[in-house]
């Protein structure tokens, strides 16, 4: 998602997720039957939170605080054989920018980023794959600020858009920002660490909006993979060489965030920022299939999907059909390829 806004904006959007369950239309298709997960377990935890976005038309909430039902209403939780770690309950939305920092719920931000990452935290604990269906993009301020057994964690930031630009901004506009270190002193130590990620260990991945990344690439430090890089190596080696990467740097905790927007506007347009073209089902099932494969991953969140703008629930099957299909197999091949290495099974 798209952002005007930076550093202050940074302070407050540092802890942003909420939850509102939702009713939703979905198909009446049968449930596909899930993959085998072996001893592979998936924790889901809900995080409807949507203040971190602007309202989209005066006095109408953002309606991707209804992703979680969505999705949920299409069995996806026992379609993966997961575990149902419960919801982060979202204070009220606000309909009018803090003075101070000029972004909408300034003030709820953080406290729901804290109570999300005491959630995600139980989950990993558990030993299991933490899963946070969101929720706008600011949900991954908690999920990152988790405690994990690992230690040099890294990020894969998939999105349309940066998330990285200067004030004053949505919550969810600066999320990457504030994963890596941009904003306030005072918000720069959630969690305990300083940042959240290093840029060096995080990657924009799928981003395709020019404008965007051209000013967003004399910023950071984050690689950017952007959509034309990732279709001239291939989706599945574009994944590759992010593990590989990650590898040579040490990193051995990675999570995902994946923004629905990075798939093609053309299959999931039911989103806050559209921009055309994007990521085909099958290379999104690619690419997540060599990143969970990697042993690296130990959660990712789902955001930005709204179903408000999928009346039918078509766009809601489809993308729970496609966790379906790689989420399971993906960890399984994890899991074979750490007790390959004799590390164990810590799931």
């Not at 971190?52 to 038309?57: E, S, T, W």
């Not at 001239?232 to 905790?253: L, M, N």
Request: proline content about 8%; glycine content about 10%.
């Amino acid at each position: 998602m798209r952002f005007t806004g930076y550093v202050l904006a940074a302070a407050v959007l540092l802890v942003s997720c909420t939850k509102s369950p939702s009713s939703v239309t979905t198909t009446s298709a049968e449930p596909a039957p899930a993959p085998p997960v072996g001893k592979v377990h998936i924790g889901v935890v809900d995080a409807p939170f949507h203040l971190g976005l602007r309202p989209p038309k005066p006095g109408h909430e953002p309606g991707v605080r209804k992703l979680a039902d969505a999705l949920r209403g299409t069995g996806l939780v026992a379609r993966l054989g997961a575990a149902d770690r419960g919801a982060v309950p979202p204070p009220a939305y606000a309909f009018e920018k803090d003075p101070e920092t000029r972004i909408y719920n300034a003030a709820a931000i953080r406290s729901y980023s804290e109570k999300l990452a005491r959630s995600v935290e139980e989950v990993i604990q558990r030993g299991e794959f933490a899963l946070v269906l969101g929720g706008d993009c600011s949900i991954l301020v908690g999920a990152l600020s988790a405690s994990s057994p690992r230690k040099h964690r890294g990020l894969i930031y998939m999105d349309a858009h940066t998330d990285f630009g200067p004030p004053p901004a949505v919550g969810g506009g600066i999320a990457l920002a504030l994963a890596t270190g941009y904003g306030p002193p005072s918000m720069q130590r959630f969690g305990g660490r300083l940042p959240l990620v290093r840029e060096e260990d995080a990657v924009l991945f799928g981003a395709r909006d020019p404008d965007d990344l051209r000013d967003f690439r004399g910023r950071s430090k984050v690689e950017a993979v952007d959509l034309a890089k990732l279709r001239g190596k291939g989706a599945k080696q574009a994944a590759r060489d992010v593990v590989t990467r990650f590898r040579s740097q040490g990193v051995d905790d990675v999570w995902i965030h994946l923004d629905a927007d990075v798939l093609d506007d053309a299959i999931m347009p039911a989103v806050d920022s559209r921009s055309p073209d994007g990521l085909s089902y099958a290379e999104l099932k690619d690419v997540l299939s060599e990143f969970l494969s990697s042993g690296l991953v130990t959660g990712m969140d789902i955001a930005i999907f709204d179903p408000e703008l999928d009346p039918t629930g078509k766009m809601a099957r489809a993308f729970s059909d496609a966790l379906v299909e790689v989420l399971p197999l993906g960890l399984s091949n994890r899991q074979d390829a750490k007790n390959a290495k004799g590390l164990g099974d810590r799931e």
